[in-house]
């Protein structure tokens, strides 16, 4: 079946950066893009981009231009997330996502919560 | 950026209720909108895809509709189980949004 696994919940002062990951298993890892998600407290979700796992290339929302990376490592089927010069608003739970026929996202990661406070 | 709209942003409901729930789109989406179900401390869960497909699993009291601008997501009989926040998401075009969610509440 498929999972996706995220790493656990980090505290981050601002102005650090903070790398999220997702590990995939119960499929072919380059068959489907994956997305990631975030939801600061008590907000709504918001799209921060996707990631191409055959290619390694990466589409960011405008938003988060300059300040994320998305990258993988197809040899253990785990996509990242990398945001910098990180600020209080970026506390939030960071998700992956992954669609199947569409672009509708079919399964999730359980979440990580990242919390920028000094 | 295309914008989502979800009304209301909260409803009171009962068990047995029929309900509504509208999300407007900025610009035309044809019918790429999917509904989510979330319930506290958790991912969100597909409800809905293709404005009206029910994705395997979810019971058929749930149902989608709409294209364009306007999209409707209903349950036609609450259940204990159903009181969550739904959101509507558009992926018509990137950046991909989300409404800003309605949280369905027991009346």
């Known amino acids: 079946q498929v999972q996706l696994v995220q790493s656990g919940a980090e505290v981050k002062k601002p102005g650090a950066s903070v790398m999220v990951s997702c590990k995939a298993s119960?499929?072919?890892?380059?068959?489907?893009?994956m997305h990631w998600v975030r939801q600061a407290p008590g907000q709504g979700l918001e799209w921060m981009g996707v990631?191409?796992?055959?290619?390694?290339?990466?589409t960011y929302a405008q938003k988060f231009q300059g300040r994320v990376t998305m990258t993988r490592d197809t040899s253990t089927s785990t996509v990242y997330l990398e945001l910098s010069s990180l600020r209080s608003e970026d506390t939030a739970v960071f998700y992956c996502?992954?669609?199947?026929?569409?672009?509708?996202?079919?399964?999730w990661g359980q979440g990580s919560l990242v919390t920028v406070s000094s | 950026d295309i914008q989502m709209t979800q009304s209301p942003s909260t409803l009171s409901a009962s068990v047995g209720d029929r309900v509504t729930i509208t999300c407007r789109a900025s610009?035309?989406?044809?019918?790429?909108l999917a509904w989510y179900q979330q319930k506290p401390g958790k991912a969100p869960k597909l409800l809905i895809y293709?404005?009206?497909s029910l994705e395997s699993g979810v019971p058929s009291r749930f149902s989608g509709s709409g294209s364009g601008t306007e999209f409707t997501l209903t349950i036609s009989s609450l259940q204990p189980d159903d009181f969550a926040t739904y959101s509507c998401?558009?992926?018509?075009?990137?950046?991909?949004?989300f409404g800003q969610g309605t949280k369905l509440e027991i009346k």
């Open positions: 119960g499929y072919t890892f380059t068959s489907y893009y």
């Open positions: 998401q558009q992926y018509n075009s990137y950046p991909y949004t």
């Open positions: 990631i191409n796992p055959t290619s390694g290339s990466a």
């Open positions: 293709k404005a009206s």
């Open positions: 996502a992954r669609p199947t026929g569409g672009n509708h996202y079919d399964y």
């Open positions: 610009q035309s989406l044809s019918t790429w």
